[in-house]
Structures are given as C-alpha cells and as structure tokens.
C-alpha cells in the first residue's frame, strides 16, 4: 500500500509539473502573439504615413526639419489644425475625427485624402510643442493664401479648438494671432 501512494505522489507531481509547463508555454505563446500584433500595427501605420507622404508629394529634404520642408499649404493648416487641438492635452479619437471632417470642408477634399492630410499633420506635430509647431508652419500659410481662404482657415481653427467643448484662453490666443499674421 505504501508502494503504491508513493507512486501515486510521482503521478502527482509528474502530472502537475506538466500543467505547470503547459501554463508557462501557453503564457509565452500569448505574449509573443500581443507582441506580434503591436508590430503589425505600427508596420502599418509607417506604410500609412509613407503613403500619405507619397501621395501629397512629400519630399525629404536632407537635414531639413520636417517642419520647414512643407510645401503644401492643406499640410502645414491641417498640421497647425492638430497642434491647436492638442493645446488642452493627448488628440481623442473625436478630435481626429472632427480634424479630418475640418479638412475635408475646408478643401473639398475626399475623406481619404483628409485622413491623409491628418496623417501628415499629426507626425509633423509630434515631437514639437503646439505653440513651435504652429509657430513655425504658420510659415508656410502667409503669403500663400488669399483673404478669403484665410478667414475660412480661422474659422476652421475655432471649430477644431471648441471640439472638446470650449476654447481655452491658450487655444482663443493662437486663433488670434493666427488672424493677425494671415491678414
């Protein structure tokens, strides 16, 4: 009888360390799958952005900053659009969304060309602080707009800065300059 419990115990513990083994490779499979599935994501997002630079005819220009390289002006508005948004904190999916149908008024654009358009936006502004990244794509509106399209460019920035509900006196600031340098 004493035999047979202490054979009992090893079929115990031979079973247990299975499933413990079992339970760690499972673990490792889920983690390499996660692991997997975020590099996927951001393999496509770069194929977006790389895409949307294709199409706008976006050129690198060897050490130039990005944000001196604009020449289009839709980039560099839909860039100051984004950078005004996230004055009062992290982009919501909303104020992407309300940036992209923005642009697409604004433009008369398709709406792949305006989630294009926020595509490039949003990495020219990503790095910078708000106030530099409209300071200085600011840039590349004055001169190259007529009246008309700058009043509706501002009317533009007061809709994405009340996305979030209302206009911070930082947010009502930048409109007001950006009034007073596209005149």
Same mark, same amino acid.
């Given at each position: 009888?004493?035999?047979?419990?202490?054979?009992?115990? *090893?079929?115990?513990?031979?079973? &247990?360390?299975? *499933?413990?083994?079992?339970? =760690?490779?499972?673990?490792?499979?889920?983690?390499?799958?996660?692991?997997?599935?975020?590099?996927?994501? @951001?393999?496509? &997002?770069?194929?977006?952005?790389? #895409?949307?630079?294709?199409?706008?005819?976006?050129? %690198?220009?060897?050490?130039?900053?990005?944000?001196?390289?604009?020449?289009?002006?839709?980039?560099?508005? =839909?860039?100051?659009?984004? #950078?005004?948004?996230?004055?009062?904190? %992290?982009?919501?999916?909303?104020?992407?969304?309300?940036?992209?149908?923005?642009?697409?008024?604004?433009?008369?654009?398709?709406?792949?060309?305006?989630?294009?358009? %926020?595509?490039?936006?949003?990495?020219? *502004?990503?790095?910078?602080?708000?106030?530099? #990244?409209?300071?200085?794509?600011? +840039?590349?509106? *004055?001169?190259? =707009?007529?009246?008309?399209?700058?009043? @509706?460019?501002?009317?533009?920035?007061?809709?994405?800065? #009340?996305?979030?509900?209302?206009?911070?006196?930082?947010? +009502?600031?930048?409109?007001?300059?950006?009034?007073?340098? &596209?005149?």
């Amino acid at each position: 009888r004493k035999e047979s419990s202490a054979a009992s115990d *090893v079929y115990k513990r031979q079973l &247990l360390g299975l *499933v413990s083994l079992l339970t =760690v490779v499972g673990g490792i499979i889920f983690w390499l799958r996660m692991v997997s599935r975020a590099t996927k994501g @951001a393999i496509e &997002l770069t194929d977006d952005v790389r #895409a949307a630079f294709r199409r706008f005819g976006f050129t %690198a220009k060897s050490q130039t900053d990005p944000l001196d390289a604009v020449d289009d002006p839709r980039v560099a508005a =839909v860039g100051i659009f984004i #950078a005004l948004a996230r004055m009062d904190g %992290a982009l919501s999916k909303e104020q992407i969304s309300g940036i992209r149908n923005e642009s697409a008024l604004l433009f008369n654009t398709t709406d792949h060309e305006a989630e294009d358009l %926020a595509v490039i936006g949003k990495w020219l *502004v990503q790095e910078r602080s708000p106030e530099e #990244a409209i300071r200085r794509l600011t +840039r590349h509106l *004055v001169g190259r =707009v007529s009246a008309n399209e700058a009043q @509706a460019f501002i009317r533009s920035a007061g809709a994405v800065a #009340a996305l979030e509900g209302r206009i911070d006196d930082e947010q +009502r600031g930048t409109i007001e300059m950006l009034r007073r340098e &596209l005149r």
